[in-house]
């Protein structure tokens, strides 16, 4: 997904490091990245690694398999004005990060994690309000559209 200035771009991989798949090896470790680029350069700016060894989720789903993906992100977006980003997964939360200095706009060298939001289930697609005030959650149990207000600041 490229930020709005087409400056940036943010990625997300599932548990096996390969986007758009994942493994169901119950001895794999799994890891998930979120990754920043400079779209200019190519060059990698950031990245945030989410990883659980197998048989280590004390807070299973009944639907849970060893290596099935749960640490998995699925959707990562950049908001309307480009100073966050929003990835969701498996694990039925949305991660909020800053990305730019609210106050020079450049690319923070290290984004900062601003609110987790807790989803009733898998976050399969998300999209923001053209305002930036309001996050739309879709989960995999398809039962309601989720809705987050996020206004200004996120971390508030």
């Known amino acids: 997904m490229f930020s709005s200035d087409g400056q940036l771009i943010i990625t997300a991989s599932k548990a096996d490091g390969r986007v758009g798949s994942y493994t169901r090896n119950p001895s794999f470790r799994?890891?998930?990245?979120?990754?920043?680029?400079?779209?200019?350069?190519?060059?990698?700016?950031?990245?945030?690694?989410?990883?659980?060894?197998?048989?280590?989720?004390?807070?299973?789903?009944?639907?849970?398999?060893?290596?099935?993906?749960?640490?998995?992100?699925?959707?990562?977006?950049?908001?309307?004005?480009?100073?966050?980003?929003?990835?969701?997964?498996?694990?039925?939360?949305?991660?909020?990060?800053?990305?730019?200095?609210?106050?020079?706009?450049?690319v923070l060298n290290n984004p900062v994690l601003v609110k987790t939001l807790t989803t009733d289930a898998s976050v399969d697609g998300m999209t923001y309000s053209h305002s930036g005030d309001l996050l739309f959650a879709g989960t995999e149990d398809h039962a309601d559209l989720e809705v987050f207000n996020v206004q200004g600041d996120p971390s508030g």
């Open 30 to 106: 799994a890891t998930a990245h979120l990754r920043l680029w400079d779209a200019t350069t190519g060059d990698l700016l950031w990245t945030r690694e989410r990883s659980r060894a197998p048989g280590s989720d004390s807070q299973s789903r009944p639907d849970d398999q060893p290596g099935d993906g749960e640490d998995e992100i699925e959707i990562a977006m950049f908001s309307p004005d480009d100073m966050y980003v929003a990835a969701g997964g498996e694990d039925d939360k949305i991660e909020i990060w800053q990305v730019k200095d609210s106050v020079s706009g450049s």
